[in-house]
């Protein structure tokens, strides 16, 4: 089907205003053309101390950049590519791509980070997995503890048995699991108790309305005090304002990521951004802030 129809970019952009039928048709025929042409790309967020602003680490994001079309989002693309099994490709390619780009971030920040990485429940479900995790480790040489996989409830909850061999057979490798979109799943809490999770992502739908909404503040609190019980990190994301910030390191909160400690970025923006902690580093602890 992708031969039939990938070759005309005009049925791609002319399908763009029908119904989202069409529309996903072209944009499935299109991306296959679109990994012969390149035209995935990753970007990366950083992951900072809610206390220090440091950054800590990276979230891979992939991006389309079509060249018609613009920047497609990854709302629309990956649930296609989760349909017609493209994941497997394009997230092969991500979780290889991005444990190198992380070695090239530590050479500039000259210290340790980590790299967190989406898997999608079809790509953690695959056979080849775990070929591709030490395949991704191997090639750049990076330990497995500096590795976050995010994955989400559903995930985990689809076939818990399955989950629970492909986690106990990744436990050597030591790359740690993450809970994405956290509250926002169907699933019971028992999870927690089940897997070896290391660390909860809390959806920015629970932060979106900090700190004025008391029902997310409790939620955040409730939250937080889980995770210290378990032993658990928590990040919280889509952090956009100041007062949210501070609301949450005030309440114990160790990670932020959001619009505003950094946006997505190109890797040569954030090599930069690394550059910008750095020189803040060295100067004296006054003059920060
Ligand atoms: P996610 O993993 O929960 O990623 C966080 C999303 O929130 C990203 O959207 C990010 O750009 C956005 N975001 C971050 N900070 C803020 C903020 O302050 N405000 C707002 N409004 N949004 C913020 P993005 O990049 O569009 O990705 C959407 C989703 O697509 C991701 O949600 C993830 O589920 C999926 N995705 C992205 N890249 C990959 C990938 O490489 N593999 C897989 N399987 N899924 C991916
Ligand atoms: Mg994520
Ligand atoms: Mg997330
Ligand atoms: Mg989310």
């Not at 999770?197 to 959806?203: E, F, G």
């Not at 909404?213 to 955040?220: G, N, P, V």
Request: charge should be negative.
């Amino acid at each position: 089907r992708a031969k039939a129809t990938g070759k005309s970019r005009c049925v791609v952009y002319s399908a763009r205003d029908n119904g989202p039928p069409a529309h996903d048709i072209s944009l499935e025929a299109a991306m296959f053309s679109a990994v012969r042409e390149g035209e995935f790309l990753l970007y990366y967020q950083p992951i900072v101390s809610a206390r220090t602003r440091k950054i800590e680490g990276f979230e891979t994001l992939m991006r389309w950049k079509h060249p018609t079309l613009g920047m497609v989002p990854p709302a629309r693309f990956i649930p296609i590519a989760e349909t017609n099994g493209l994941i497997n490709l394009l997230g092969a390619w991500a979780l290889k791509a991005a444990c190198v780009q992380l070695r090239q971030f530590e050479q500039a920040a000259r210290r340790e980070l980590y790299i967190s990485v989406n898997i999608s429940p079809r790509q953690f479900r695959s056979d080849k997995f775990l070929d591709v995790l030490d395949e991704a480790l191997a090639i750049s040489g990076m330990p497995g503890r500096q590795l976050v996989l995010e994955i989400t409830e559903g995930t985990l909850m689809v076939d818990p048995a399955h989950a629970e061999t492909i986690l106990e057979r990744m436990a050597g490798r030591e790359a740690r699991i993450a809970i994405d979109d956290f509250g926002t799943g169907y699933s019971s809490l028992a999870y927690l108790k089940r897997f070896p999770i290391s660390v909860l992502k809390v959806d920015r739908a629970f932060i979106k309305d900090l700190p004025g909404s008391s029902k997310d503040a409790a939620i955040c609190n409730a939250v937080l005090d889980l995770a210290r019980h378990l032993d658990l990190s928590v990040v919280a994301e889509g952090v956009e304002t100041e007062d949210q910030l501070g609301c949450l390191a005030e309440r114990g909160c160790h990670y932020v990521q959001g619009y505003l400690t950094g946006k997505p970025m190109p890797p040569h923006v954030a090599i930069a951004a690394l550059n910008d902690d750095m020189y803040e580093a060295l100067m004296p602890s006054e003059s920060r802030l």
